[in-house]
Nanobody
Framework: QVQLVESGGGLVQAGGSLRLSCAAA????????MGWYRQAPGRQRELVAA???????NYVDSVKARFTISRDNAKNTVYLQMNALKPEDTAVYYC???????????????WGQGTQVTVSS
C-alpha cells in the first residue's frame, strides 16, 4: 500500500506565496506522473500542474508563470511552489500519483487527503 502525505497549505494574503509538498510513503513501487489538482467549492476538480518522471511539466493556463511544479525522485516527493497567489486560487489542493508496484504491471491512481489553500484579498 502507498500513502500520499501532503503538507504546506494555509492562509495567505493575495500576492503571497505557499509551497505544497507531497511524499509517497510505502515500499517497492515506481511512480510515473505526479501532479496537483484543486477543487473550489461548487466547482469541478481541475488539474493544476503535473510532472513526469523525466521532468516534463504542464500547467493549467491560469497558473502559468506563477506556479512551479518539481519533484525529487529519490524522495518520491512532488512540490508545488505557488507565487503571486490570487483569491481565485483558493481551493483544496490534492496530490496525485500514478503508481505501479514492482509485483504488478498495472498502474494505479493514488490521491492525497487534500490540503486547504485560502488566499484573502
Amino acid at each position: 500500500q502507498v500513502q500520499l502525505v501532503e503538507s504546506g497549505g494555509g492562509l495567505v494574503q493575495a500576492g503571497g506565496s505557499l509551497r505544497l509538498s507531497c511524499a509517497a510513503a510505502g515500499r517497492d513501487f515506481s511512480i510515473r506522473t505526479m501532479g496537483w489538482y484543486r477543487q473550489a467549492p461548487g466547482r469541478q476538480r481541475e488539474l493544476v500542474a503535473a510532472v513526469t518522471a523525466g521532468g516534463s511539466t504542464n500547467y493549467v493556463d491560469s497558473v502559468k508563470a506563477r506556479f512551479t511544479i518539481s519533484r525529487d525522485n529519490a524522495k518520491n516527493t512532488v512540490y508545488l511552489q505557488m507565487n503571486a497567489l490570487k483569491p481565485e486560487d483558493t481551493a483544496v489542493y490534492y496530490c496525485n500519483a500514478d503508481i505501479r508496484f514492482r509485483s504488478s504491471f498495472r498502474w494505479i491512481d493514488y490521491w492525497g487527503q487534500g490540503t486547504q489553500v485560502t488566499v484573502s484579498s
